[in-house]
């Protein structure tokens, strides 16, 4: 059984920076693409940004692409997602999902690509 678990969310000031990370555990000898959204208050939940298993190819919401970085350490099976200049808008529940890539240069950007979810980690930014 595949699990993730999410890890680094929490209060941080406007400005700031943070790195979530998201590590894959159980059968992993699949390759797995992966990919990380989010979910702010009241709103549906959102692609963020994704990543190929070999971790050569990514996509970042064209909104997002100047302060966001998704990157990956396949020996660790642990995917990152790097955040700048944190902005009060980007308070959302944060989730990584991850599925077993269709190709080597596959990211799946839509909800039900992903067939494993972790249970997500609250970010907050202060202003």
């Known amino acids: 059984q595949v699990q993730l678990v999410e890890s680094g969310g929490g209060l941080v000031q406007a400005g700031g920076s943070l790195r979530l990370s998201c590590t894959v555990s159980?059968?992993?000898?699949?390759?797995?693409?992966m990919g990380w959204f989010r979910q702010l208050p009241e709103k549906e939940r959102e692609f963020v940004a994704g990543?190929?298993?070999?971790?050569?190819?990514?996509e970042v919401q064209d909104s997002l692409k100047d302060r966001f970085t998704i990157s990956r350490d396949i020996g660790k099976n642990t995917a990152y997602l790097r955040v700048n200049d944190l902005i009060p808008e980007d308070t959302a529940v944060y989730y990584c999902?991850?599925?077993?890539?269709?190709?080597?240069?596959?990211?799946?950007?839509?909800?039900?690509?992903?067939?494993?979810w972790g249970q997500g980690t609250q970010v907050t930014v202060s202003s």
């Open positions: 990543i190929s298993w070999s971790g050569y190819y990514t």
């Open positions: 999902a991850a599925d077993p890539a269709r190709a080597r240069d596959w990211i799946g950007v839509r909800e039900n690509e992903y067939a494993r």
């Open positions: 159980g059968r992993t000898s699949s390759s797995y693409a």
